[in-house]
């Protein structure tokens, strides 16, 4: 069964562009393990960021490659220009797309949200029923939670323009289909909603 793992990696002050040069020659290499989804390089929000979602085909090939990244001193191959990196290891939502290769963006959504103990269950019910009405109106990449560690959950969704993203999201509010009812029930006041635009070297583009 396969496994995704979403990664960020937090740049230092202006370094992402350069820190995307040398990840994407890492990707390209025999290190890299897992399937390359998206990379993208955050223009509105948390700053200063990358991006990247990877598919592996089991939890043990994530092990081996997430291991040799953290005990690494130059970690994607990129260490110099980073200040620090999350490898989260995640389960997609039932009900969500398969991910995909393909232009759909280019302005990605990228949503995180924390989650209270316990909660996880009764929203993954809840978003289980909401998701596909909500994918009818714009394109969903995918909804994943975290499989470890601190219970967060993770939405992506691109947009051909902020002027769409707005649009959609109103439209969806007012006619009561978004957000999934009683959805923020067990959410922290931890969330995060920042913009990104794909890199050159992306399959979600």
């Keep these: 069964m396969p496994t995704y793992e979403f990664a960020t990696l937090q740049t230092k002050t202006s370094a992402a562009p350069l820190a995307s040069e040398a990840l994407e020659y890492y990707l390209k290499s025999s290190q890299n393990l897992g399937q390359l989804l998206g990379c993208w390089i955050s223009e509105i929000g948390a700053l200063n960021r990358i991006a990247l979602l990877r598919r592996y085909e089991d939890d043990k090939l994530h092990d081996r490659e997430r291991q040799a990244l953290l005990n690494s001193g130059d970690p994607f191959g990129c260490g110099d220009h980073l200040s620090r990196i999350a490898l989260d ?71 051909p323009s ?8 109103a439209q969806a509010i007012k006619d009561g289909i978004w957000p999934p009812a009683e959805s923020f029930k067990h959410l922290k006041t931890d969330m995060l909603s920042t913009i990104y635009l794909p890199t050159s070297f992306s399959p979600l583009k």
């Design 89 to 159: 290891r995640c389960a997609t939502f039932a009900n969500v797309p398969e991910i995909g290769p393909g232009t759909y963006g280019p302005y990605y959504e990228i949503r995180t949200y924390e989650m209270e103990m316990g909660g996880m269950e009764p929203t993954l019910d809840t978003w289980a029923r909401a998701v596909p009405i909500r994918a009818k109106r714009s394109t969903l990449v995918t909804v994943m939670r975290t499989v470890e560690g601190l219970p967060r959950m993770i939405s992506i969704w691109p947009y």
């Design 162 to 169: 902020i002027e769409k993203r707005q649009e959609c999201r």
